[in-house]
C-alpha cells in the first residue's frame, strides 16, 4: 500500500510539474505543488509508519507539582509572577501587567516527541475586553523576560502561541479601515512559529508575517477542559486542538520540513497588559515517539540539525501574501486555470488548422 501510494505520488509530481508549470502563474503553481506534495507524504507517512509512546516523566508537569521549585532537584522552575495552586500552575492572575512563565530544567533530546497540553483561560473580561494570552515553547534559551507572551523576542526554537486578543484588528479599526472577509480572524488564534534568533515576532500584527499556519480556537470561559496537542515526528510539525468537551482532536497546522535540533527546553509562558485573565496551565505531558523508519529516512536525517529552520518558509510565506485563499478557492483557481489553458490549446489547434490550410491552398 504504501509503495503504491508513493509511485502514485511520483507520477503526480512528474504530471504536475510538466503540465501545471506550463498553465499555472508561478504563485499558483508553487503553491498547488505544496498540497500535492504534504497530501501525497501525509498518507505515505499513515501506511508506512507505527508509533508507539512512552510518557517522559522527568519532562512532564502535572499535579500535585512536586517537580516545580526554585531547588537545583526540580524539574521545573517558576518565573515572574507565576505560582503553583493544588489545581493548576497560573501563570498570570486576572490582573493588569502581570508576566509569568514555567520552564523545565532538564534539556530534552528526543528524536520524535508529543506533547499534551492542558490549559485554561478565565477572567472576568468580555470578548476582546481581554488578553494578551499564553504560549507554550521549544526553545534553547529558558527563563528569559520578554514582550512575546512573556518570553524574549528573537528566540530559538519553536513557539505555539493561544492569542486572545486581536492587536492588528484594533488597529486598523483605529485607521478606519477593516479586514476583507477573507482575511479577517476570529480569536482566541492558535499559531505556530519557528525562529533561529534572528526572527521577531511582530506584536503589532498578531505574527502574521512568520507564522507557519493556525487556526481559530474558543477557548475562553470555559466549563470543560481544553487541550492543545503538539507532535514533532520526522521533521513533522503537527498541532490539534480539543476545545469542544468532545475528547475529539480537530487539526490545526500540519507542516513537513520543520527542524528543531534537540537539546532544547519545554516551557510555557503568559503576560497581561491593559487587560487580563487567568492564564492556567494544568499540565504538560511529555510523550516519546518510537517510529519505525526506513533505511532511506535514515540517511535523510543522519545530518545533525543545529539551527532552527523551515523547508519552503519563503512559498509558505508567499501563501500568507495571498491572504485568505480558502482551500475550495483554491481547487476552482486551479480547475478555472487548468479550463483556460485547454480553451487555449483548441483555438490556438484551431487557428492553426485554418492557417495551415490557408498556406497549402496558395500552392495551387
Not at 199 to 227: K, Q, W
Not at 257 to 265: E, K
Not at 318 to 345: D, H, K, Q, R, V
Amino acid at each position: 500500500m504504501a509503495a503504491a501510494t508513493n509511485n502514485n505520488c511520483q507520477i503526480l509530481n512528474i504530471l504536475s510539474d510538466i503540465f501545471l508549470r506550463q498553465t499555472m502563474t508561478p504563485k499558483t503553481y508553487w503553491t498547488f505543488v505544496i498540497i500535492l506534495i504534504t497530501t501525497c507524504r501525509s498518507f505515505a507517512d499513515d501506511d508506512n509508519h507505527e508509533m508507539e509512546e512512552f510518557l517522559k516523566r522527568e519532562h512532564s508537569l502535572s499535579k500535585p507539582y512536586q517537580g516545580v521549585g526554585s531547588s537545583s532537584s526540580s524539574h521545573w522552575e517558576l518565573m515572574g509572577d507565576a505560582m503553583v495552586t493544588t489545581e493548576q500552575v497560573r501563570l498570570t492572575t486576572d490582573m493588569q501587567s502581570k508576566q509569568g512563565a514555567v520552564w523545565s530544567r532538564i534539556p530534552c533530546h528526543l528524536r520524535d516527541w508529543e506533547l499534551q497540553v492542558h490549559f485554561k483561560i478565565h477572567g472576568q473580561g468580555k470578548k476582546n475586553l481581554n488578553g494578551d494570552g499564553l504560549a507554550i515553547w521549544y526553545t534553547k534559551e529558558r527563563m528569559q523576560k520578554g514582550p512575546v507572551f512573556g518570553n524574549q523576542d528573537l528566540f530559538t526554537g519553536l513557539g505555539v502561541f493561544v492569542d486572545t486578543y486581536p492587536n492588528e484588528e484594533k488597529h486598523l479599526e483605529a485607521q478606519k479601515t477593516r479586514y476583507t472577509t477573507r482575511t479577517q480572524r476570529i480569536f482566541p488564534f492558535v499559531l505556530a512559529m519557528v525562529g533561529n534568533g534572528s526572527i521577531s515576532y511582530d506584536h503589532e500584527r498578531d505574527g502574521r508575517p512568520t507564522e507557519l499556519g493556525g487556526c481559530n480556537a474558543m477557548v475562553r470561559n470555559l466549563n470543560h477542559d481544553t487541550f492543545i496537542f503538539i507532535r514533532y515526528v520526522r521533521r513533522r510539525l503537527t498541532i490539534m486542538i480539543d476545545i469542544d468537551g468532545q475528547h475529539e482532536w480537530r487539526d490545526c497546522l500540519d507542516i513537513p520540513g520543520v527542524r528543531l535540533p534537540q537539546g532544547y527546553y519545554f516551557g510555557a509562558s503568559a503576560v497581561t497588559g491593559d487587560l487580563s485573565d487567568n492564564h492556567d496551565v494544568v499540565s504538560l505531558k511529555l510523550y516519546q515517539l518510537t517510529v519505525l523508519r526506513s533505511e532511506t529516512e535514515e540517511k535523510e536525517e543522519e545530518d545533525e540539525i543545529t539551527l532552527p529552520s523551515v523547508d519552503n518558509m519563503d512559498l509558505l510565506r508567499m501563501g500568507e501574501n495571498e491572504e485568505g485563499w480558502s482551500s475550495i478557492a483554491m481547487f476552482f483557481t486551479i480547475l478555472f486555470s487548468m479550463l483556460g489553458c485547454f480553451l487555449l490549446i483548441v483555438v490556438g489547434l484551431i487557428v492553426y488548422s485554418h492557417w495551415n490550410e490557408n498556406r497549402r491552398k496558395r500552392f495551387y
